[in-house]
Each structure stands twice: as structure tokens, then as C-alpha cells.
């Protein structure tokens, strides 16, 4: 078999003894007077979902009936549920989180069945706090340093904010905190690495993250992923012995996007144009937006496009309008509306971070998070022998950013489902002379053959 330079980059180190193992130590609903009922016994399916989409988790339990709960537990919406879980074998601690319970739905009894079937679903607490709480209030300050205040005062704990540049002055109108703290995630800039303004702003079982896009994408992978071709798996390879390379292992994949460049030509993503009107100096500014230009870190080691493309290079179809009013907020805070230095570079990263996109299910992982690198590895398409050296996608293959994590936990084992996304190609885009079929030393059994 060849040596394809592809190890898992977690290996058990305790007793990990059956693919999808969990251990589940605590399930449990409590009421707000503080009766307790354990769900273990109930539950046919606990599952909940982490996204940077999102500023907040969410999840719900699958509950079987049969001992009539709901006449012995009322639920009225003012319980929380508990979870402790980890995956054995990979050196993880225990996961601890608790949510509160917002709804109960899908309430069904089946013909002839004593029990009956409904989900009860929850959210972060912090969502509870942050829907009840609106700020009218004045701040002034770097903007990480007001997105910990804020988050501090009103949500509760710590957090973790990549720090900003300049000092500026803010009075949010009745906003609620996490609609504040996205607002200025846009308008934020980064202490190091000006130019990437693309401040992210979710949760995940670490806690809620304050952080660039380009520093996410900057880490080093925090599992490799792969799914190896039937024709080159050495006998006895799906051995349930073999647990490191079965938790390794990708069960199912699907591509959701690979290229839509038109959509994201459209959004102005490769180019577009900010007019700025000064209504107080009444002086125009015009500024180009350029992705060749836009030297960022990103997940994969090459650009979307080649360097003379027809997206970059036409015209741009995109026009931004906006005003601003030199010494809103006085002498001493000019950059307050500095429209030009971040709402094209961040409307264009956001958008360029769904160019590939593909969803993945594999065992589950407690250590694992949302906002983590990945490295995966999918087989290329057409015959592939023992003896190739390189049987993965060259283009599709490598690193991607966690942007979704599922996390379910059924009788049958614990798996995750992840959406994983990538704003860069591993592999450079061809050019005209380096395109399949189009060298004059391409082979007469290329796809497409030269005339």
C-alpha cells in the first residue's frame, strides 16, 4: 500500500472499545423549584448544534413516554437541562453544559402504545438573558473592549475577544446585547493585520468567541479526516479493532457548494465600488474594493481565481452608497463612521467563506468545536491503483473551517455532523496552457483531446 503521509491526529489513549463510544454520566431536566427527573431512561435521541452562523447554541432531546412524565414533571417552560458526556479514548474532559427548555413539540401517541413521543427543545441561557435586555447607553473605547463590557454586564462571564485597534465612542439605541456586539463585529478592526476585517462572533462549548475569520482559518488542523478508496484498503482494514483509523474515518460525505462564482461576483465579493458623501465637508470619496489585492489568510493555500480574471478584472457591479458626518462624535473620535475601511473587505470575506462547502459525518468527537480547522481527504474520481501515490482530490481535499457542529448522542453511539467550508484551493486554478486537453503534450487519452 502506498504511504499516503495521512494519520489520525488523535490517538486513544484509554478505553475506547467500540466505534462511536460515549460516555454519558448525567441527563437530567430540573425544575425551577428545584425537583429533579433523570432523562436517561426516556430519551431516544439527544442532539445539539453549534454555528458560527449563530450567536448561540440549540438543541432538544427525543423523549419516549411511558411513565407519564408530564402529570409527574409538569414542564412550563421554566426548567433547564443538564448534560455531562465526553468521548473516551482521546484524552478529552468531561463536557458539563446546561440549557434552558423553551419548548416542548411533535407531542405524538402511537395506535395501541402506552407511551408517548414529543421533543423538548432548549437554547444557551444566555439567549433567555439577551432577548430580555435592551442597552441605551453610551461607550467609548476599543471595540473589543466594548464587546467584554458589554457581554459582561448583560449576558454574565467572560469573553474571549481578539483585541482591536483605535479608540472609539458608540451609544447603542436600545439594542439588545448580542445585536450590539454583531453590529460592531462588522465595524471592527484587528490590532494586527488591519486589513482583515472580518471579526466573527458565535458560541461554542468554550463559550462565546470575538474573533477574526483570518485567525480561525490561521490554525493548525485539530483532526485529519478521511475516506479512503475501496481498491487501495489493505485486507481486514474495516477490523473493529482498528478503532484509531475507524474514528479517522469519514461515514458519509456530500459536497453543498464547489463553485458559484456568478452569486458571488453578484454579491461583490471579487470587486465592487463605495461612494462616500461627508454631509458635514460635503466632499465626495470613491473606493475600489479588489480581491487580487486582498492579501488574507484564509483556509487553503491559493486564491479562488486565477490572476487575471474575468471577475476580478471586469467592471464591478456592485455600488455601496453611504454618508458619514466628520466630528460626530468629536475631535478626539474621527474613524467612528470609516465605512471604507471595512464594509467591503467584510461583506466580500463573509461571503467568499461559502465558495466550498461540504457536510461530513463521522464519530464523535467532545473535543472538537465549532470554528476548528479540519483536514480532510476524499478520492478523486475515476480508477485508482495501490500503487498511486496521490488518490485524494488535490482540489477538494485539505483544510476546511468546522463552520456547523452537530453533536448527537443516541443509544446506538455518539456522531457529529459538521458543515465544513473553505475560501481558498489547495491547488492553484489552471490557466489556458496548463488546462486538461489544451498543451500540445497532452496525451491522445486525455477527456478532452487536442484538435
Known sequence: MADFNIKP????????????????????????????????????????????????????????????????????????????????GIDSNFIKKSFDVIEVTDKVKGTNERAEVYRIKFVSPSVI????????????????D????????????????????????????????????????????????????????????????????SELCSQEPAMTYFSLPTSIREPGERSTENFSRLFSNIKTYRFMKVSQKMKEFLEGAYSSVLYVHDVTTKQWGRFIYNYNEDDLRKVGKE?????????????????????????????????????EDWLQKSGAQRTLLDSVKMRISVSGNSRLRVGDVVEVFIPKSGSIKKSDTEWFDPFHSGKY??????????????????????????KGMPDKSTFLGTSSNSPSSNIMEKK
Not at 15 to 31: G, I, P, V
Not at 132 to 142: E, L, N, P, V
Open 9 to 88: 491526529r488523535v490517538a486513544p489513549s484509554d478505553n475506547y472499545d467500540k466505534l462511536d463510544a460515549y460516555e454519558l454520566t448525567a441527563l437530567y431536566m430540573e425544575s425551577e423549584s428545584g425537583g429533579k427527573v433523570d432523562l436517561k431512561p426516556l430519551y431516544q435521541n439527544f442532539s445539539f448544534v453549534e454555528d458560527m452562523s449563530k450567536v448561540a447554541m440549540s438543541g432538544s432531546v427525543l423523549i419516549k413516554d411511558a411513565v407519564n412524565l408530564f402529570e409527574t414533571f409538569p414542564i412550563s417552560g421554566y426548567e433547564k437541562i443538564h448534560v455531562t458526556f465526553r468521548t473516551p
Open 129 to 144: 438573558r439577551n432577548k430580555s435586555t435592551r442597552i441605551s447607553k453610551s461607550y467609548t473605547g476599543k471595540i473589543s
Open 146 to 213: 466594548i464587546v467584554k463590557d458589554i457581554y459582561t454586564e448583560y449576558i454574565g462571564g467572560d469573553l474571549d475577544a481578539q483585541e482591536t485597534k483605535n479608540e472609539q465612542r458608540y451609544v447603542i439605541p436600545r439594542w439588545s446585547p448580542f445585536k450590539s456586539i454583531e453590529w460592531l463585529s462588522q465595524r471592527a478592526i484587528p490590532a494586527k493585520k488591519d486589513r482583515e476585517t472580518n471579526y466573527m462572533f458565535f458560541e461554542n462549548l468554550d463559550g462565546h468567541k470575538f474573533i477574526t475569520l
Open 303 to 339: 486564491k479562488l481565481t486565477k490572476n487575471k480574471d474575468k471577475y476580478v478584472e471586469n467592471a464591478p457591479v456592485v455600488f455601496n452608497l453611504t454618508t458619514k458626518q466628520t466630528g460626530l462624535m468629536g475631535k478626539d473620535y474621527p474613524d467612528v463612521q470609516n465605512h
Open 401 to 426: 473551517l468546522v463552520t456547523t457542529l452537530r453533536h448527537t448522542i443516541t443509544s446506538e453511539g455518539y456522531t457529529n455532523t459538521m458543515l465544513l467550508s473553505k475560501n481558498g484551493y489547495e
